[in-house]
T-cell receptor
């Protein structure tokens, strides 16, 4: 089973700040997911990436397959970005549909 | 436009009273998943369908069943809900088993 570690667990920022959330995993993968979950809400898939970098609006995700590490960046953070951000990777072996989730990073952006 | 729709968003049921949660998708994806997420925990995969093939996780209780009558719809049946089954139930879809999963908004189940 793939082990996933996220840091930090909690992050408080002021509106406008640049945010970085990190994710490391133990077993080589084909792709990694970044997910967003607002408190009490459902999950939104932000990115699925297998190499390099992806950008969507103010969100940027990068991955380094060799180092087994990914980062999620938020530029010009806003209070509506406050949510839990979760990194997820496929299990190793044949069950690559099954995701192992990180414990999440709770981001609070204050106005 | 919503792509993965879950109904209802909130469901209250009594201890032992069967309940059905619904998921529909407009993406025409082959794979549909059901996850259970308890408070402050990561989602836990209960089962998934690849087309009509049902794949149950080994640790999913028998109390949980699922039906997929067609590509668009998938149902989660809880035969005799216990207090421990109170959770958020998330449906997700993907084009294939190793592709990006698209999540629905979830159904929050309360058991009284």
């Amino acid at each position: 089973k793939n082990e996933v570690e996220q840091s930090p667990q909690n992050l408080t920022a002021q509106e406008g700040e640049f945010i970085t959330i990190n994710c490391s995993y133990s077993v080589g993968i084909s792709a990694l997911h970044w997910l967003q979950q607002h408190p009490g809400g459902g999950i939104v898939s932000l990115f699925m990436l297998s190499s390099g970098k992806k950008k969507h609006g103010r969100l940027i995700a990068t991955i380094n397959i060799q180092e087994k590490h990914s980062s999620l960046h938020i530029t010009a953070s806003h209070p509506r970005d406050s949510a839990v951000y979760i990194c997820a990777v496929p299990n190793s072996g044949g069950s690559n549909y099954k995701l192992t989730f990180g414990k999440g990073t709770l981001l609070t952006v204050n106005p | 436009d919503a792509m993965v729709i879950q109904n209802p968003r909130y469901q209250v049921t009594q201890f032992g009273k069967p309940v059905t949660l619904s998921c529909s998708q407009t993406l025409n994806h082959n794979v549909m998943y059901w996850y259970q997420q308890k408070s402050s925990q990561a989602p836990k995969l209960l089962f998934h369908y690849y087309d009509k093939d049902f794949n149950n996780e080994a640790d999913t209780p028998d109390n949980f069943q699922s039906r997929r009558p067609n590509t668009s719809f998938c149902f989660l049946d809880i035969r005799s809900p216990g207090l421990g089954d109170a959770a958020m139930y998330l449906c997700a879809t993907s084009r294939d088993q190793d592709k990006k999963q698209y999540f629905g908004p979830g159904t929050r189940l309360t058991v009284t």
